[in-house]
């Protein structure tokens, strides 16, 4: 089912036990991507581990009042104020706010 990469460990399990536990996971997990998932047999019981596909996120910062990814949009006086801006730091290392 799908492109999930599935290792059972500790004893078998048939293709449609393991079909129903891949639906669990993406009823119990919309929205995230299942890339791999480990079975571990313990008797009767069973525990699943989930690994999911990374989710990409745009950085936001507070520039100069402003929330941005990046600075690619400002005009040539925004730029100046942020280039000319003060840089905090923080136990001796710069960090930029």
Do not use: W
């Not at 536990?21 to 791999?36: P, W």
């Not at 745009?58 to 941005?68: A, F, K």
Request: glycine residues 8%; charged residues 35%; negative net charge.
């Amino acid at each position: 089912m799908d492109d999930i990469n599935v290792t059972v460990t500790g004893g078998t399990l048939p293709e449609t036990e393991i079909n129903a536990y891949i639906s669990h996971g993406k009823e119990k997990y919309r929205g995230k991507t299942i890339k791999a998932m480990d079975i571990k047999v313990d008797g009767d019981y069973v525990d699943i581990d989930y690994t999911f596909e990374p989710v990409s996120f745009e950085r936001i910062r507070r520039i100069t009042g402003y929330l941005v990814g990046t600075t690619d949009r400002f005009n040539n006086a925004k730029r100046a104020e942020e280039h000319d801006r003060v840089k905090h730091s923080l136990d001796g290392v710069m960090e930029q706010i």
